[in-house]
């Protein structure tokens, strides 16, 4: 299994430009979520998703879409970049076969000019 | 609602101390608390969770953590520190067992030192 993967792993962008991050797992977790990290502020909750068709908005949701139209995909677009959207973003997926513990990708840095 | 604070954003420790992480959490609901560690860039690894069963949970790499109620407390413990210990250290709250079904609530973050 190469559990949760995420790409690309660095990535800048110009304000106003729109990009999609890509986060994909292969241990058919029900559950998945993207995570934005900035320094001295932990983890943040962007969105999240309980399966397929089905997302919710997070702590964090302004400026991000999210769809999960499969079980194994969860891109999160941010549609008109902002310098305040410079962060590494994290995505996770849990599920029945996890015992719901969250399995972690190693994250996308974006920077935003 | 929930929230997590970890109180001290670096413990600085000497090799062979002992380590003491402080979280303290708010939850309106049973809450299943979550320790993290996230080495420098790289993603989180769980190091020990507790969900009820007992309150004192043991962890990977001889990490463990004391769920206290009355204190509304989740502090992470190690007998003697290593200096593959340093790294921050993410205290994380979720209504659901695997903290899976709507995501977890993270404290900020204690990066630890280990000075040789």
């Known amino acids: 299994n190469a559990g949760v993967t995420q790409t690309p792993k660095f990535q800048v962008l110009k304000t106003g430009q729109s990009m999609t991050l890509q986060c994909a797992q292969d241990?058919?977790?029900?559950?998945m979520s993207w995570y934005r990290q900035d320094p001295g502020m932990g983890l943040r909750l962007i969105h999240y998703s309980v399966g397929a068709g089905i997302t919710d908005q997070g702590e964090v949701p302004n400026g991000y879409n999210v769809s999960r139209s499969t079980t194994e995909d969860f891109p999160l677009r941010l549609l008109s970049a902002a310098p305040s959207q410079t962060s590494v973003y994290f995505c996770a997926s849990s599920g029945l076969a996890s015992s719901y513990e969250q399995y972690f990708g190693p994250g996308t840095r974006l920077t935003v000019t | 609602a929930q929230s997590v604070t970890q109180l001290g954003s670096h413990v600085s420790v000497s090799e062979g101390a002992l380590v003491l992480l402080r979280c303290n959490y708010s939850s309106s609901v049973p809450p299943y608390l979550f320790w993290y560690v996230q080495y420098p860039n790289q993603g989180l690894q769980l190091l020990l969770k507790y969900t009820s069963a007992a309150t004192l949970v043991k962890g990977i790499n001889g990490f463990e953590a004391e769920f206290k109620k009355s204190e509304t407390s989740f502090h992470l413990t190690k007998p003697s520190a290593h200096m593959s210990d340093a790294a921050e250290y993410f205290c994380a709250v979720s209504a659901h067992s695997g903290g899976g079904a709507d995501g977890l609530t993270f404290g900020k973050g204690t990066h630890l030192i280990i000075q040789p």
């Open positions: 241990m058919n977790h029900e559950y």
